[in-house]
């Protein structure tokens, strides 16, 4: 039995029934698989218009998944690399800095769980965090109240 290749759209509506991709992640990944005759923009615009490609959607999505791990910067970096920007990027961020000390006092416990004893070990938990993306205020905060905490 011949097995026939999906089309473009089908396999656009099978990528989107397993996750939500930006419209330019979703393009990058149907790229290698238009054939002529067919048009990559006309499909994008049709999901779009039927609801099954939104970057709102997307946008809530990733944050949801990521921002438990990751500081904002690092989120909306990675937001920024899938092709999100504009209002939705703004939203995304605007959601995230209400909460980013308790995502961040989340993540240093996970890890580390007791106050740095030396300058050493401060630095080590600093760089940590920052790499997750967290700012250095938000660090400084979860930090100092690691010591407080020991210190009652």
């Given amino acids: 039995m011949l097995k026939t290749k999906p089309t473009l759209k089908a396999r656009a509506l099978r990528y989107l029934s397993m996750r939500e991709y930006s419209p ?3 393009e990058r990944k149907l790229l290698p698989y238009v054939t002529q005759g067919e ?3 006309a499909l994008l615009v049709w999901l779009q ?3 099954f490609l939104s970057e709102t959607r997307f946008v809530e999505a990733y944050v949801r998944r990521q921002s438990a791990r990751y500081g904002n910067a690092r989120v ?7 092709g999100v920007s504009g209002a939705a990027l703004c939203r995304a961020e605007s959601e995230m800095r209400d909460n980013e000390f308790e995502r961040a006092q989340s993540v240093w416990r996970k890890k580390f769980g007791v106050a740095p004893a030396d300058m050493h070990e401060k630095a080590r938990q600093f760089r940590f965090m920052q790499q997750r993306g967290f700012s250095g205020k938000v660090i400084r905060q979860v930090l100092q109240s ?5 210190d009652e």
């Fill in 24 to 26: 330019a992640e979703l």
């Fill in 39 to 41: 048009d990559l923009a």
């Fill in 49 to 51: 218009e039927r609801g």
């Fill in 76 to 82: 909306l970096m990675e937001l920024q690399r899938q």
């Fill in 146 to 150: 690691a010591g407080s905490l020991d």
